[in-house]
């Protein structure tokens, strides 16, 4: 079992930033890859930065430029690092983890951070 614990989130005013983090604990064999969703009231989930074991990353139309994703390997932990804010960046910002226990795959969440930008 893989468990997602994120921190980081918070109340920001526009053109601010702040730095999410998800680490990851379990039997982990390893991780192919971590990446940050969110979902604002009333839409669907959407991704936002993924970044796969071959240090390729992918963003959001809306975010590039503007957020960057990283990993520490060694640490099975993801930050989002994200700069520029704007008020439609509000959502609960969830971290996913995709990899291996041993033989047995994994695709885990994690319980979500609020990230609110408001003045």
């Known amino acids: 079992q893989v468990q997602l614990v994120e921190s980081g989130g918070g109340l920001v005013q526009p053109g601010g930033s702040l730095r999410l983090s998800c680490s990851a604990s379990?039997?982990?064999?390893?991780?192919?890859?971590m990446g940050w969703y969110r979902q604002a009231p009333g839409k669907q989930r959407e991704l936002v930065a993924v970044?796969?074991?071959?240090?390729?990353?992918n963003y959001a139309d809306s975010v590039k430029g503007r957020f960057t994703i990283s990993r520490d390997n060694a640490k099975n932990t993801a930050y989002l690092q994200m700069n520029s804010l704007k008020p439609e960046d509000t959502a609960v910002y969830y971290c996913?983890?995709?990899?291996?226990?041993?033989?047995?795959?994994?695709?885990?969440w994690g319980q979500g951070t609020q990230v609110t930008v408001s003045s």
């Open positions: 970044s796969t074991s071959g240090d390729s990353t």
């Open positions: 996913n983890a995709r990899g291996r226990l041993q033989v047995i795959p994994f695709d885990a």
């Open positions: 379990g039997r982990i064999f390893n991780i192919n890859a």
